[in-house]
């Protein structure tokens, strides 16, 4: 997996305050711009005028990390992010991974520092290019759907895992968003049958669309948690999957600016007091959906999984557990199977 994925591994980015702690000290310490300004750390850019000088790539890119690092819409927990963005955005208008000794043309010039004002906005860049990379499968991307996340890939990996062994295998993903865990089942597992539904029409809509480009069948529809299935799969489905909007309704307001800022809120949460309520939703009708012995797999952060597990726990199901995966090893799924 490449370090541009690794970077968009931060979803809620809902990482433990201590370990953040422990990354941005990590991070001062190696970078020699910061500089230690009244007990924090701040960032020394100096803006250049560009015009009239033909700049290699190398020094591009230290102008754009520069602009990305005294951007206060992005969360900078992540060491080398800015980097990674800065290359990511560069090899896009390049149309290839630059090299450092690149010289880069007026016009490319102008476009990436384009790029790179929107992205010090917060702008996701998923949004400022159209599209995202998610195990393999390039995913179209617009405002007003959820961004999907790397650290939804360890999701998609512990659904495909129970599917492929089956012979003819069901899978449902609530919440799909872009079509995101659905897609990658249905290129993974093919002999499966994927139904993926969202309470957002734009969200089924780009998921068809998706689903279309790349040649895969999954069944979209729009409804409420388990509303837009066919009843007639009821007492079928395999592997239900699950990425919900998890954050609490006051802790909305604590996410990052590139978040909170560009996301659709209902994305974001479902406005419950513990961010718990789509997950009781989802544990009090998945039995109706699940065969004997089918899992659910929710999504959820370090920070939640212990609730996630009781509910789960509390609601019947069987060999509950709290896994843990990903790049950075910090996503939890919380795996359960249906109760007798
Ligand atoms: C965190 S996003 C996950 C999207 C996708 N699974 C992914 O990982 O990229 C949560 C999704 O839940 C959807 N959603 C919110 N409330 C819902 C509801 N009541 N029923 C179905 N979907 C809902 C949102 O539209 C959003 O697409």
Request: zero cysteines.
């Amino acid at each position: 997996m490449s370090l541009i994925s690794g970077v968009s591994a931060i979803f809620f980015a809902r990482v433990p305050r201590a370990f953040r702690v422990v990354l941005d000290a990590f991070g001062a310490a190696l970078d020699p711009f910061a500089r230690s300004v009244g007990g924090g750390t701040a960032r020394v850019y100096e803006p250049t005028s560009y015009h009239g000088r033909p700049m290699r790539a190398r020094k591009l890119i230290r102008t754009a990390i520069a602009e990305l690092k005294a951007s206060e819409a992005i969360d900078h927990w992540q060491k080398g992010r800015e980097r990674i963005e800065a290359e990511d955005l560069l090899g896009f208008v390049m149309g290839d991974e630059p090299d450092p000794e690149d010289k880069v043309g007026d016009a490319e010039r102008d476009v990436f520092l384009g790029l790179v004002a929107r992205r010090a906005t917060g702008e996701p860049i998923p949004y400022i290019k159209g599209f995202t990379e998610f195990r393999g499968l390039e995913l179209a991307s617009e405002p007003g759907v959820f961004v999907p996340r790397d650290s939804s890939e360890y999701l998609a990996e512990q659904a495909v895992k129970r599917l492929r062994g089956r012979r003819s295998p069901v899978h449902v993903d609530l919440a799909t968003g872009a079509g995101t865990i659905a897609l990658s089942v249905a290129n993974e597992v093919p002999k499966a049958t994927v139904y993926g539904t969202d309470l957002s029409e734009d969200a089924v809509k780009l998921a068809r669309r998706n689903a279309r480009r790349l040649g895969l069948k999954v069944r979209f529809a729009a409804g409420d948690v388990f509303g837009g299935l066919p009843t007639t799969i009821a007492g079928t489905v395999d592997v239900i999957t699950v990425h919900p909007p998890y954050v609490a309704m006051d802790e909305v307001d604590d996410l990052p600016d590139e978040i909170k800022d560009w996301e659709p809120v209902h994305t974001l949460t479902d406005r419950s007091s513990d961010g718990l309520g789509f997950v009781r939703q989802t544990v009090a009708e998945a039995p109706t959906w699940l065969r004997p012995k089918g899992w659910l797999l929710m999504e959820t952060d370090p920070d939640r999984a212990r609730d996630v597990k009781k509910v789960m726990t509390d609601g019947g199901f069987r060999d509950v557990q709290s896994t843990k995966g990903g790049d950075l090893k910090i996503t939890r799924v919380i795996v359960g199977r249906r109760p007798a």
